[in-house]
């Protein structure tokens, strides 16, 4: 399985084609929330994705949406987080919760990472360091909760002495974000 971390325009026609099809069987299908999976939201995300290869199309494994705030929506947001059926019974989505929680971090310091999660998952967001911040609300017939990650004071201090700038940052797949991801999967061993 290999994570990748991409702009809309950085993905190719096959993944975001694997992509679409993933959130719509599981967002649309398998939830029965009637709903245009497509809301104009893509072009503007930071898209972290486990891809397992297949013959012809790229296979999701697991998948999050990596929202910029905007006027509407001030929060840093992560949504459309699901890991596809086979992958349910390891240990992928606490590795996409982790590389998604590294990529916001990375692409935006020091600003808080909001989060809805069905209200039965929410142990598993406080395992990352999420806290309920909204909450229990109904959508599509289900309750969720609104999560919120917050950077810690010592956090922002390491950050000002190393340079470190609270303006987005840009990110690769390379470098120190697995570093990053083994750490945070290492704390909750």
């Known amino acids: 399985m290999d994570w990748k971390y991409a702009e809309f325009t950085q993905l190719s026609t096959p993944e975001l084609y694997a992509i679409l099809s993933v959130r719509s069987a599981v967002f649309v299908v398998e939830y029965a929330h009637i709903h245009l999976d497509i809301d104009h939201r893509d072009p503007g995300a930071l ?47 606490d590795h996409l919760v982790a590389h998604a929680l590294v990529a916001a ?53 390491r950050r000002a002495i190393a340079g470190g700038s609270s303006q987005q940052r840009a990110i690769s797949a390379a470098g120190e974000l697995p570093e990053q991801v083994a750490v945070i999967l290492g704390a909750l061993s």
């Open 47 to 93: 898209h972290v994705v486990a891809l397992e290869p297949a013959q012809d199309t790229p296979q999701v494994a697991a998948y999050a949406r990596l929202q910029p705030g905007d006027e509407q929506d001030p929060e840093i947001t992560i949504d459309r987080l699901l890991t596809a059926s086979h992958r349910r019974d390891d240990d992928t989505r």
């Open 105 to 157: 971090r990375t692409r935006w310091p020091e600003q808080p990472i909001y989060l809805n999660v069905p209200a039965d998952q929410a142990t598993l967001y406080e395992r990352f360091g999420f806290k309920k911040a909204v909450g229990p609300f109904l959508d599509y017939g289900m309750s969720f909760l609104t999560m919120a990650w917050r950077p810690t004071p010592a956090g922002r201090r």
